[in-house]
């Protein structure tokens, strides 16, 4: 049984940066594709972005493209979300997932992932 928590959430102000890291236990972290999505509050769990087992392949939400990147380190067993120019709308619970079922990109929703953490907040103030 794998395991995924999220770190690195908090409280930021519009403009700034943050990076959102989760670490894999219980399995290496390579055995899996891995994505982020957000939860804003009253919406629909939606993607970020998500990443090819190895790295080699990802894949944004369109309009998140340039602000956003994810990355991942096997050897440390970590996945990253990096996020600059933060806004208001930015605002949510980020969670990360892993599908242990595929070894690249390509499914852009919930149904493509079985399993979740926990989620870390973040807001973003104006």
């Known amino acids: 049984q794998v395991t995924l928590v999220e770190s690195g959430g908090g409280l930021v102000q519009a403009g700034d940066s943050l990076r959102l890291s989760c670490t894999v236990s219980?399995?290496?972290?390579?055995?899996?594709?891995m994505g982020w999505f957000r939860q804003a509050p009253g919406k629909e769990r939606e993607f970020v972005a998500e990443i090819s087992r190895m790295g080699g392949s990802k894949a944004y939400e369109n309009s998140e493209k340039g602000r956003i990147a994810i990355s991942r380190d096997n050897t440390k067993n970590t996945l990253y979300l990096q996020i600059v120019s933060l806004k208001p709308e930015d605002t949510g619970v980020y969670y990360c997932a892993a599908d242990s079922r595929r070894k690249m990109v390509g499914v852009q929703t919930t149904e493509g992932y079985d399993y979740w953490g926990q989620g870390t907040q973040v807001t973003v103030s104006s």
């Open positions: 219980g399995r290496s972290a390579s055995n899996y594709v």
